[in-house]
């Protein structure tokens, strides 16, 4: 079960969401569009912790899950827009993203049920594989726009819906590691074997992994194809899975908290440096590099100063 604080810290997101939603009027579209970045690369991040820093599986697939769900979304309004009244949009815009989310889960169920056997490296170099696939496939298929992309997405993706499915994709991910089935995640990380010997099933636990981080994939995605309003099969190559990886490593892997302010801190970082022109991607490189020597451990990751113990009278 869920706790109940879990519910409060939930309904906060969602009503702060609400807020930013009114205010983003106020922003002007460059400072929107960076914020509406940083809510999508919070959900990416949260979903891969669970399947990376939950439960120990070393994904490189996560830009695969997201281009299924971001053109599957585009392509489900690109046909629709047009067909129903504008009062419409935030119904066809949900229904778009529900469906790249299920789309990008039963693609995640696809890639794990075979990687079930492996771990590590070698799960790793299949996930890269089955996102290759998915991003060649894309290029070559018109019905999606083919090696040019699709164009002229309906511009549907707000703050409000950006943070408001960030706030949901924290309070599952969160709720679902720390009720009692989650804590099968954190045995299957610790240790696979012992697990099992415990009458854990860690393929339920692999799968379930793969499934949900997959389906909030699949939502940022959906959102990232109505926020860019145009996707390219290029946007979702490796690299995009690396940037993702290194924002859970960067957070601490496990850590919640951490990974979000990660999520945030390399959204922001990027665009701040562009006063260096040509030279900003080596900056932003050698902080990463600087960051992972100084703080393997993660940058937000902080060990709990432990109470003394009583002096025996």
């Not at 960076?34 to 959900?43: R, V």
């Not at 949900?212 to 995009?240: E, I, N, R, S």
Request: proline share 4%.
């Amino acid at each position: 079960m869920i706790a109940t604080g879990g519910k409060r810290w939930l309904f906060l997101g969602v009503a702060l969401a609400v807020v930013l939603s009114y205010v983003s009027g106020g922003l002007n579209s460059y400072d929107r569009g960076i914020w509406i970045d940083c809510g999508i690369n919070i959900i990416l991040a949260v979903s891969l912790n669970l399947i990376l820093g939950h439960t120990g599986q070393f994904s490189l697939g996560h830009a695969g899950f997201m281009s299924v769900g971001g053109y599957t979304a585009a392509k489900i309004t690109l046909v629709c827009a047009a067909l129903l009244p504008v009062s419409m949009q935030p119904v066809l815009l949900f229904v778009a993203i529900l469906a790249g989310g299920l789309l990008a889960a039963l693609a995640g169920l696809l890639v794990g049920i075979p990687s079930l056997r492996l771990r590590g490296d070698y799960l790793a170099i299949v996930t890269l594989g089955f996102a290759e696939i998915i991003r060649v496939i894309m290029q070559n298929t018109e019905a999606v726009g083919g090696a040019s992309g699709l164009s002229g997405i309906p511009k549907y993706t707000t703050l409000g819906w950006t943070f408001a499915l960030a706030a949901v994709t924290i309070y599952v991910v969160a709720g679902l590691v720390n009720s009692t089935y989650g804590r099968g995640f954190l045995a299957v990380s610790d240790d696979e074997v012992a697990a099992s010997s415990m009458g854990i099933n860690p393929v339920r636990y692999k799968v379930t992994a793969f499934v949900v981080g997959a389906f909030f994939a699949g939502l940022a995605g959906a959102l990232y194809a109505h926020h860019k309003q145009t996707l390219t099969p290029t946007g979702f190559d490796w690299l995009k899975s690396i940037d993702i990886v290194v924002m859970v490593i960067l957070g601490g892997m496990g850590r919640t908290p951490g990974v979000i302010l990660a999520a945030i801190l390399l959204t922001w970082l990027p665009e701040q440096l562009r006063v260096f022109s040509d030279y900003r991607m080596i900056i932003y490189s050698l902080l990463i590099i600087l960051l992972m020597i100084l703080r393997p451990q993660g940058l937000f990751t902080f060990k709990r100063k432990k109470k003394p113990n009583p002096v025996p009278a």
